[in-house]
């Protein structure tokens, strides 16, 4: 009996970089706001493990890789948020605003309706091309029949954990109830926090974009 694919769910903040990148956006804002090009390598270095990550997913789904990658609708919906914050930081950036007082000011930043369309638009091309194909699966929050209690999972990981926000314990109980052997994210935090408890408990195991590039490159030599 073969065995069943591995399954994989993926955080908002390992997504929104390859959405940036590969949608054009960056370079959108780049070429608008006059940014110096400096800042695209600057970002592309900070995220490549991210965007590498993206992107091996897609070549090896072209070849029939059998692992499952979800992403879930409030990931999704979260990335609109995740989108937005990147592009105040890039404005931030550009008006010399220490990094000190970023979190201070970012949400005093108008984002010019217009400019804000054509990402809109050129995000949702992007999830066309990431789903349209079955290369990473829609993924519900709602809570199955079947399996743990969804409440009582996400109530747990709230009371346990310190600083675990909802939308940190709604994902990760999404990606137990539809039981992923991995969670990909970007936060370390997340990761430090939860991570030797959920393998523990629920064989979930929390890792970076780069540790699931090293672990697809494995598999796709086996796949080959």
Known sequence: MANPATRWCIDTNTLVPWLMTDSGVLDLLIKKYGIPKDFREIYLNR???SIDFIERIIDLKSIGFPDE??????AMNEVYSA???EIRSILLFKNGTPLSRW???KNSIDLPADTMETIYVD??????VLFGNNTILPLSDEPEEEGDNFSEIVASLIFTF???KTQDAILLTTAISVRA???VTFDKRLISEVSKELD?????RLISPGEGNTLLKKMKVSVR
């Open 162 to 164: 310190k600083r675990v």
């Open 181 to 183: 052997n991995y969670f």
């Open 123 to 128: 995000i949702e091309n992007q999830f066309d």
């Open 47 to 49: 995220h490549n493990h």
């Open 69 to 74: 990658f979800y992403f879930s609708y409030l």
């Open 200 to 204: 523990q408990k629920y064989q979930l």
């Open 83 to 85: 989108v937005r914050d």
């Open 103 to 105: 979190n201070e000011e």
